[in-house]
Protein backbone atom coordinates (compact mmCIF):
# COMPACT_ATOMS: atom_id res chain seq x y z
CA UNK A 1 0.00 0.00 0.00
CA UNK A 2 2.80 2.57 0.93
CA UNK A 3 4.46 1.46 -1.79
CA UNK A 4 1.81 2.09 -4.40
CA UNK A 5 1.32 4.93 -2.67
CA UNK A 6 4.76 6.44 -2.82
CA UNK A 7 5.21 5.35 -6.11
CA UNK A 8 2.69 7.22 -7.23
CA UNK A 9 3.79 9.83 -5.59
CA UNK A 10 6.62 9.62 -7.23
CA UNK A 11 5.28 9.40 -10.46
CA UNK A 12 3.20 12.50 -9.59
CA UNK A 13 6.49 14.84 -8.56
CA UNK A 14 7.99 13.32 -11.77
CA UNK A 15 4.91 14.49 -14.39
CA UNK A 16 4.97 17.36 -12.20
CA UNK A 17 8.81 17.99 -12.46
CA UNK A 18 8.69 17.40 -15.92
CA UNK A 19 5.26 19.39 -16.77
CA UNK A 20 7.48 22.30 -14.93
CA UNK A 21 10.80 21.67 -16.96
CA UNK A 22 8.50 21.65 -19.63
CA UNK A 23 7.02 24.86 -19.30
CA UNK A 24 10.43 26.16 -18.11
CA UNK A 25 12.84 24.94 -21.18
CA UNK A 26 9.89 27.03 -23.05
CA UNK A 27 10.82 29.93 -21.12
CA UNK A 28 14.56 29.97 -21.52
CA UNK A 29 14.00 29.27 -25.08
CA UNK A 30 12.04 32.35 -26.04
CA UNK A 31 14.39 34.87 -23.92
CA UNK A 32 17.04 32.78 -25.68
CA UNK A 33 15.73 33.86 -29.03
CA UNK A 34 14.49 37.02 -27.69
CA UNK A 35 18.13 37.45 -26.44
CA UNK A 36 19.72 36.15 -29.86
CA UNK A 37 17.88 38.31 -31.95
CA UNK A 38 19.51 41.69 -31.08
CA UNK A 39 22.99 42.12 -30.28
CA UNK A 40 25.06 45.13 -29.62
CA UNK A 41 28.64 46.73 -30.31
CA UNK A 42 29.51 49.59 -28.79
CA UNK A 43 31.79 51.65 -29.86
CA UNK A 44 33.99 53.69 -27.51
CA UNK A 45 37.67 54.88 -27.52
CA UNK A 46 38.54 54.24 -31.36
CA UNK A 47 37.53 50.47 -30.49
CA UNK A 48 34.98 48.45 -31.90
CA UNK A 49 33.63 46.26 -28.78
CA UNK A 50 33.54 43.40 -29.28
CA UNK A 51 35.67 43.45 -32.27
CA UNK A 52 34.06 40.17 -33.61
CA UNK A 53 30.64 39.35 -33.09
CA UNK A 54 29.16 35.98 -33.86
CA UNK A 55 25.75 35.87 -34.32
CA UNK A 56 22.77 33.58 -35.97
CA UNK A 57 21.44 34.79 -39.02
CA UNK A 58 18.42 37.08 -38.85
CA UNK A 59 19.71 38.89 -35.84
CA UNK A 60 19.94 42.71 -35.61
CA UNK A 61 23.36 44.11 -34.51
CA UNK A 62 23.21 47.63 -33.04
CA UNK A 63 26.18 50.00 -32.84
CA UNK A 64 26.02 52.45 -30.31
CA UNK A 65 28.61 55.71 -30.16
CA UNK A 66 29.71 56.18 -26.66
CA UNK A 67 33.11 57.97 -27.91
CA UNK A 68 33.48 61.56 -27.65
CA UNK A 69 34.15 61.64 -31.65
CA UNK A 70 31.84 60.53 -34.43
CA UNK A 71 32.70 57.09 -35.61
CA UNK A 72 30.67 55.00 -38.96
CA UNK A 73 30.11 51.39 -39.33
CA UNK A 74 31.09 50.47 -43.03
CA UNK A 75 31.47 47.22 -44.40
CA UNK A 76 34.36 46.84 -46.57
CA UNK A 77 32.40 44.50 -49.31
CA UNK A 78 31.73 45.93 -52.99
CA UNK A 79 29.21 46.63 -53.04
CA UNK A 80 28.48 47.68 -49.41
CA UNK A 81 26.22 45.31 -47.07
CA UNK A 82 26.02 48.41 -44.59
CA UNK A 83 27.01 51.70 -44.45
CA UNK A 84 25.96 54.49 -41.76
CA UNK A 85 25.23 57.56 -41.80
CA UNK A 86 27.57 59.90 -39.18
CA UNK A 87 27.18 58.72 -35.61
CA UNK A 88 27.80 61.44 -32.97
CA UNK A 89 27.77 60.61 -29.56
CA UNK A 90 24.99 58.17 -28.28
CA UNK A 91 23.74 58.03 -31.87
CA UNK A 92 23.14 54.56 -32.96
CA UNK A 93 22.74 52.10 -36.23
CA UNK A 94 21.04 49.21 -36.63
CA UNK A 95 21.51 46.33 -39.44
CA UNK A 96 19.93 42.85 -39.29
CA UNK A 97 21.79 39.91 -40.72
CA UNK A 98 19.53 37.73 -43.12
CA UNK A 99 22.39 35.79 -44.91
CA UNK A 100 25.27 34.22 -43.02
CA UNK A 101 28.65 35.03 -44.23
CA UNK A 102 31.48 37.06 -42.54
CA UNK A 103 31.34 40.76 -42.68
CA UNK A 104 34.57 43.34 -41.76
CA UNK A 105 33.65 46.49 -41.20
CA UNK A 106 35.49 49.50 -40.34
CA UNK A 107 35.01 53.03 -39.16
CA UNK A 108 35.36 55.20 -42.58
CA UNK A 109 36.55 58.38 -40.47
CA UNK A 110 39.06 56.79 -38.61
CA UNK A 111 40.05 53.64 -40.96
CA UNK A 112 42.28 51.64 -38.24
CA UNK A 113 38.99 50.91 -36.42
CA UNK A 114 38.25 47.37 -37.54
CA UNK A 115 35.36 44.87 -36.61
CA UNK A 116 33.59 42.08 -37.63
CA UNK A 117 30.03 40.10 -37.71
CA UNK A 118 30.35 36.93 -38.31
CA UNK A 119 27.12 35.48 -38.99
CA UNK A 120 26.64 31.36 -38.83
CA UNK B 1 69.13 89.14 -18.29
CA UNK B 2 69.14 90.87 -21.43
CA UNK B 3 71.03 88.79 -23.83
CA UNK B 4 69.29 87.67 -26.83
CA UNK B 5 70.23 84.01 -27.39
CA UNK B 6 72.03 84.04 -30.77
CA UNK B 7 73.29 81.34 -32.98
CA UNK B 8 75.69 81.51 -36.08
CA UNK B 9 76.00 79.11 -38.93
CA UNK B 10 79.01 76.60 -37.45
CA UNK B 11 78.65 73.78 -39.62
CA UNK B 12 78.07 73.58 -42.99
CA UNK B 13 78.39 70.49 -44.35
CA UNK B 14 76.63 70.13 -47.71
CA UNK B 15 78.12 73.60 -48.55
CA UNK B 16 74.96 74.83 -49.21
CA UNK B 17 74.45 77.24 -46.66
CA UNK B 18 72.45 75.22 -44.18
CA UNK B 19 73.45 74.73 -41.12
CA UNK B 20 71.41 71.47 -40.38
CA UNK B 21 72.74 70.29 -36.71
CA UNK B 22 72.08 74.42 -35.88
CA UNK B 23 68.48 74.19 -37.53
CA UNK B 24 67.38 71.13 -35.56
CA UNK B 25 68.31 72.99 -32.51
CA UNK B 26 66.40 75.46 -33.77
CA UNK B 27 63.48 73.52 -34.89
CA UNK B 28 63.38 71.98 -31.19
CA UNK B 29 63.36 75.41 -29.54
CA UNK B 30 60.29 76.40 -31.34
CA UNK B 31 58.18 73.72 -28.77
CA UNK B 32 59.00 76.25 -26.23
CA UNK B 33 59.08 79.40 -27.91
CA UNK B 34 62.06 80.20 -30.31
CA UNK B 35 61.74 81.90 -33.54
CA UNK B 36 64.70 81.32 -36.13
CA UNK B 37 65.33 83.14 -39.15
CA UNK B 38 67.57 81.96 -42.18
CA UNK B 39 69.16 85.36 -42.79
CA UNK B 40 72.16 85.51 -45.83
CA UNK B 41 73.17 82.11 -45.41
CA UNK B 42 72.74 82.38 -41.44
CA UNK B 43 70.50 80.98 -39.44
CA UNK B 44 69.86 83.39 -36.19
CA UNK B 45 67.02 81.87 -33.20
CA UNK B 46 66.06 84.48 -30.61
CA UNK B 47 63.65 83.61 -27.79
CA UNK B 48 60.00 84.30 -28.78
CA UNK B 49 59.65 86.47 -25.15
CA UNK B 50 62.46 88.28 -26.36
CA UNK B 51 60.96 89.36 -30.02
CA UNK B 52 60.04 92.78 -29.13
CA UNK B 53 63.68 93.80 -28.68
CA UNK B 54 64.92 92.47 -31.97
CA UNK B 55 64.66 94.98 -34.65
CA UNK B 56 61.75 94.50 -37.76
CA UNK B 57 64.56 93.66 -40.49
CA UNK B 58 65.87 90.98 -38.72
CA UNK B 59 62.79 88.88 -37.90
CA UNK B 60 60.95 89.52 -41.26
CA UNK B 61 61.24 87.49 -44.55
CA UNK B 62 59.56 88.57 -47.72
CA UNK B 63 56.46 86.05 -47.33
CA UNK B 64 54.71 85.59 -44.00
CA UNK B 65 51.93 83.51 -43.50
CA UNK B 66 49.66 81.84 -40.60
CA UNK B 67 48.71 78.29 -41.12
CA UNK B 68 45.81 76.86 -38.61
CA UNK B 69 44.48 73.54 -38.23
CA UNK B 70 41.12 71.38 -36.35
CA UNK B 71 39.04 74.23 -35.61
CA UNK B 72 36.34 71.53 -35.96
CA UNK B 73 33.30 73.64 -35.73
CA UNK B 74 30.51 71.73 -34.01
CA UNK B 75 32.32 69.84 -31.39
CA UNK B 76 30.97 70.56 -28.12
CA UNK B 77 31.79 68.13 -25.51
CA UNK B 78 34.26 68.77 -22.24
CA UNK B 79 37.44 68.69 -23.93
CA UNK B 80 36.18 72.29 -25.62
CA UNK B 81 32.58 73.09 -24.97
CA UNK B 82 33.52 76.12 -27.41
CA UNK B 83 35.30 76.17 -30.17
CA UNK B 84 33.97 79.13 -31.90
CA UNK B 85 35.73 81.00 -28.84
CA UNK B 86 39.11 79.36 -29.05
CA UNK B 87 38.91 79.90 -33.28
CA UNK B 88 38.06 83.57 -32.41
CA UNK B 89 40.75 83.63 -29.82
CA UNK B 90 43.25 82.08 -32.67
CA UNK B 91 41.84 84.96 -34.88
CA UNK B 92 43.21 87.50 -32.26
CA UNK B 93 46.82 85.77 -31.70
CA UNK B 94 46.74 86.61 -35.72
CA UNK B 95 45.87 90.26 -36.00
CA UNK B 96 48.41 90.68 -33.07
CA UNK B 97 51.03 89.36 -35.11
CA UNK B 98 53.61 92.28 -35.53
CA UNK B 99 54.30 91.06 -39.20
CA UNK B 100 51.19 90.63 -40.41
CA UNK B 101 50.37 87.44 -42.50
CA UNK B 102 49.35 88.11 -45.90
CA UNK B 103 47.50 84.77 -46.02
CA UNK B 104 46.23 81.63 -44.12
CA UNK B 105 46.69 78.44 -44.65
CA UNK B 106 43.52 75.72 -43.06
CA UNK B 107 44.97 72.29 -42.49
CA UNK B 108 41.49 70.55 -42.44
CA UNK B 109 38.80 69.49 -40.17
CA UNK B 110 37.39 73.05 -40.33
CA UNK B 111 34.03 71.44 -39.74
CA UNK B 112 33.73 68.75 -37.18
CA UNK B 113 30.24 66.82 -38.73
CA UNK B 114 30.28 68.42 -42.49
CA UNK B 115 27.47 70.57 -41.55
CA UNK B 116 26.42 73.61 -43.63
CA UNK B 117 26.44 75.80 -40.47
CA UNK B 118 29.99 74.25 -39.22
CA UNK B 119 31.57 75.87 -42.28
CA UNK B 120 29.77 78.95 -42.44
CA UNK B 121 30.82 79.65 -38.50
CA UNK B 122 34.32 79.26 -39.43
CA UNK B 123 33.86 81.59 -42.38
CA UNK B 124 32.12 84.06 -40.50
CA UNK B 125 35.05 83.85 -37.52
CA UNK B 126 38.08 84.32 -39.81
CA UNK B 127 36.58 86.94 -41.76
CA UNK B 128 37.56 88.83 -38.48
CA UNK B 129 41.13 88.06 -39.45
CA UNK B 130 42.91 90.81 -41.24
CA UNK B 131 45.00 88.40 -43.61
CA UNK B 132 41.95 87.75 -46.33
CA UNK B 133 43.03 85.06 -48.28
CA UNK B 134 42.62 81.49 -46.77
CA UNK B 135 43.40 78.76 -48.62
CA UNK B 136 42.08 75.47 -47.13
CA UNK B 137 43.03 71.13 -47.81
CA UNK B 138 40.18 69.11 -46.29
CA UNK B 139 40.34 66.47 -43.60
CA UNK B 140 38.17 63.37 -42.42
CA UNK B 141 35.50 65.51 -40.73
CA UNK B 142 34.80 67.77 -43.67
CA UNK B 143 33.75 64.70 -46.61
CA UNK B 144 31.61 62.94 -44.06
CA UNK B 145 28.29 61.87 -46.17
CA UNK B 146 28.75 62.99 -49.10
CA UNK B 147 32.30 62.62 -50.62
CA UNK B 148 33.42 65.90 -50.20
CA UNK B 149 31.07 67.65 -52.32
CA UNK B 150 29.95 70.38 -50.19
CA UNK B 151 33.62 70.69 -49.82
CA UNK B 152 34.37 71.16 -52.94
CA UNK B 153 31.59 73.80 -53.77
CA UNK B 154 32.82 75.72 -50.89
CA UNK B 155 36.53 75.45 -51.12
CA UNK B 156 37.45 74.09 -54.34
CA UNK B 157 37.69 76.36 -57.05
CA UNK B 158 40.49 75.77 -59.29
CA UNK B 159 41.36 72.85 -57.98
CA UNK B 160 41.79 69.04 -59.60
CA UNK B 161 40.24 65.86 -58.28
CA UNK B 162 38.99 65.65 -54.37
CA UNK B 163 40.50 69.29 -53.79
CA UNK B 164 44.15 69.52 -54.62
CA UNK B 165 45.55 72.45 -56.14
CA UNK B 166 49.59 74.40 -56.03
CA UNK B 167 49.79 78.26 -55.98
CA UNK B 168 52.61 80.12 -56.14
CA UNK B 169 53.38 83.52 -53.64
CA UNK B 170 56.79 85.65 -54.10
CA UNK B 171 58.80 82.75 -55.29
CA UNK B 172 57.56 79.83 -52.78
CA UNK B 173 55.28 77.17 -54.65
CA UNK B 174 52.50 76.29 -52.34
CA UNK B 175 51.17 72.61 -52.87
CA UNK B 176 47.68 71.47 -51.31
CA UNK B 177 47.31 68.03 -51.51
CA UNK B 178 43.98 65.44 -50.04
CA UNK B 179 44.88 62.36 -48.13
CA UNK B 180 41.35 61.94 -46.43
CA UNK B 181 39.66 60.59 -49.24
CA UNK B 182 38.92 56.49 -49.99
CA UNK B 183 40.02 55.86 -46.45
CA UNK B 184 40.67 51.92 -46.35
CA UNK B 185 39.79 49.63 -43.58
CA UNK B 186 43.18 49.13 -41.36
CA UNK B 187 44.60 52.12 -43.53
CA UNK B 188 46.20 54.97 -43.43
CA UNK B 189 45.91 58.81 -45.20
CA UNK B 190 46.21 58.31 -48.80
CA UNK B 191 46.48 60.46 -51.50
CA UNK B 192 45.77 58.22 -54.75
CA UNK B 193 47.54 57.73 -58.39
CA UNK B 194 45.73 60.63 -60.00
CA UNK B 195 47.25 63.22 -57.75
CA UNK B 196 50.30 61.78 -57.35
CA UNK B 197 50.29 61.63 -61.12
CA UNK B 198 49.37 65.63 -61.09
CA UNK B 199 51.44 66.23 -58.61
CA UNK B 200 54.64 64.79 -60.68
CA UNK B 201 53.72 67.28 -63.23
CA UNK B 202 52.99 70.39 -61.52
CA UNK B 203 56.49 70.32 -60.07
CA UNK B 204 58.28 69.08 -63.18
CA UNK B 205 59.27 71.91 -64.45
CA UNK B 206 60.06 73.92 -61.11
CA UNK B 207 63.74 75.23 -60.89
CA UNK B 208 65.48 73.17 -58.12
CA UNK B 209 66.03 76.74 -56.14
CA UNK B 210 62.35 76.91 -55.57
CA UNK B 211 61.30 76.84 -51.73
CA UNK B 212 58.13 74.92 -51.67
CA UNK B 213 55.29 74.45 -49.26
CA UNK B 214 53.46 71.04 -49.10
CA UNK B 215 49.80 71.30 -46.64
CA UNK B 216 47.91 68.05 -46.51
CA UNK B 217 45.68 67.49 -43.50
CA UNK B 218 47.10 64.07 -42.30
CA UNK B 219 51.02 64.00 -41.66
CA UNK B 220 53.14 62.76 -44.68
CA UNK B 221 55.47 61.19 -42.57
CA UNK B 222 54.80 57.99 -40.32
CA UNK B 223 54.27 60.04 -36.81
CA UNK B 224 52.14 57.26 -35.75
CA UNK B 225 50.62 54.45 -37.89
CA UNK B 226 48.72 52.42 -35.09
CA UNK B 227 46.31 55.76 -34.60
CA UNK B 228 46.28 56.35 -38.13
CA UNK B 229 48.91 59.26 -37.87
CA UNK B 230 50.61 58.81 -41.73
CA UNK B 231 50.09 58.42 -45.22
CA UNK B 232 50.56 55.56 -47.09
CA UNK B 233 51.84 56.69 -50.47
CA UNK B 234 53.47 59.93 -48.93
CA UNK B 235 56.72 58.67 -49.78
CA UNK B 236 56.02 58.94 -53.63
CA UNK B 237 55.07 61.86 -53.24
CA UNK B 238 58.07 63.28 -51.51
CA UNK B 239 60.56 61.06 -54.05
CA UNK B 240 59.20 63.96 -56.88
CA UNK B 241 60.19 66.84 -54.24
CA UNK B 242 63.84 65.24 -53.76
CA UNK B 243 65.43 68.07 -56.29
CA UNK B 244 64.42 70.81 -54.01
CA UNK B 245 66.72 72.62 -52.13
CA UNK B 246 63.73 73.54 -49.51
CA UNK B 247 60.90 71.58 -48.66
CA UNK B 248 58.53 72.19 -45.90
CA UNK B 249 55.80 70.28 -44.96
CA UNK B 250 52.75 71.05 -42.86
CA UNK B 251 49.85 68.78 -41.34
CA UNK B 252 47.57 68.95 -39.11
CA UNK B 253 45.26 66.09 -37.60
CA UNK B 254 46.85 65.08 -34.65
CA UNK B 255 46.46 68.31 -32.48
CA UNK B 256 49.32 68.91 -31.53
CA UNK B 257 52.81 70.09 -32.77
CA UNK B 258 55.86 67.75 -33.99
CA UNK B 259 58.44 68.63 -36.21
CA UNK B 260 61.41 66.46 -37.83
CA UNK B 261 64.03 67.55 -40.26
CA UNK B 262 64.71 64.97 -42.79
CA UNK B 263 67.47 66.20 -45.11
CA UNK B 264 65.60 68.87 -47.22
CA UNK B 265 62.66 68.67 -45.85
CA UNK B 266 61.08 69.70 -42.85
CA UNK B 267 57.75 68.13 -41.36
CA UNK B 268 55.58 70.58 -39.16
CA UNK B 269 51.98 69.90 -37.72
CA UNK B 270 50.02 72.30 -36.00
CA UNK B 271 48.02 72.62 -32.92
CA UNK B 272 44.53 72.45 -32.99
CA UNK B 273 42.41 75.34 -32.47
CA UNK B 274 39.43 73.13 -30.97
CA UNK B 275 41.09 70.57 -28.30
CA UNK B 276 44.24 68.73 -27.89
CA UNK B 277 44.95 65.42 -28.64
CA UNK B 278 47.25 62.66 -26.63
CA UNK B 279 51.26 62.14 -27.45
CA UNK B 280 51.69 58.92 -29.62
CA UNK B 281 50.84 55.93 -27.42
CA UNK B 282 50.40 58.14 -24.33
CA UNK B 283 46.83 57.05 -24.49
CA UNK B 284 44.11 54.24 -24.79
CA UNK B 285 43.40 56.17 -28.38
CA UNK B 286 43.72 59.34 -29.88
CA UNK B 287 40.45 61.10 -28.68
CA UNK B 288 40.07 64.59 -27.60
CA UNK B 289 42.64 65.13 -24.39
CA UNK B 290 40.96 66.96 -21.34
CA UNK B 291 43.11 69.71 -19.89
CA UNK B 292 41.78 71.59 -16.51
CA UNK B 293 39.97 74.70 -18.50
CA UNK B 294 42.42 77.25 -17.57
CA UNK B 295 45.15 75.24 -19.72
CA UNK B 296 43.55 74.64 -22.39
CA UNK B 297 44.10 77.83 -24.56
CA UNK B 298 47.88 77.32 -23.56
CA UNK B 299 47.62 73.76 -25.77
CA UNK B 300 45.64 75.12 -28.99
CA UNK B 301 47.79 77.04 -31.06
CA UNK B 302 48.64 78.51 -34.84
CA UNK B 303 51.92 78.67 -36.74
CA UNK B 304 53.59 81.46 -38.25
CA UNK B 305 55.57 80.90 -41.50
CA UNK B 306 58.33 83.59 -42.77
CA UNK B 307 60.32 83.50 -45.76
CA UNK B 308 63.25 85.43 -46.50
CA UNK B 309 63.55 85.25 -50.35
CA UNK B 310 66.39 83.90 -52.04
CA UNK B 311 67.38 81.69 -48.47
CA UNK B 312 66.88 77.59 -47.76
CA UNK B 313 64.47 77.47 -45.21
CA UNK B 314 61.44 78.61 -43.86
CA UNK B 315 61.00 79.91 -40.23
CA UNK B 316 58.43 78.07 -38.57
CA UNK B 317 57.05 79.59 -35.32
CA UNK B 318 54.31 78.10 -33.48
CA UNK B 319 52.24 79.93 -30.18
CA UNK B 320 49.70 78.79 -28.44
CA UNK B 321 46.60 80.98 -27.67
CA UNK B 322 47.29 81.40 -24.18
Redesign the interface.
Known amino acids: MRRSVSIAGLAAALVLGIGLWGTGQKGSVTSAQEKMSTMEVKID???FGPVTLTVPVGTTVTWTNR????H?VVS?DDPKTFKS??L??DEKFSFTFSKAGTY???C?????M?GKVIVQ | MSEKKKDQLLHDHNHDGIDRRGFLKCMAWTGTGAFCVMKGGVLNSYSLSRISEISTSDMMGELSFVQISDSHMGFNKPANPDVAGTLKAAVEKINGLSAAPEFMLHTGDISHLSKPEEFDTVGQILKGAKPKDVFYVPGEHDVLNDDGKQFLERYGKGSKGAGWYSFDKKGVHFIGLVNVMNLKAGGLGTLGHEQLEWMEDDVKLLKHSTPIVVFAHIPLWSVYPEWGWGTEDSAQALAYLKKFGSVTVLNGHIHQTMQKVEGNVTFHTAASTAFPQPQPGKADSAGPMKVPAEQLRSVLGITDVNYVQSQHALAVVDSSLA
Do not use: A, G, L, R
Request: proline share 14%; aromatic share 14%.
Open positions: NFNDDIPTTKVDTPYFSIHPKT
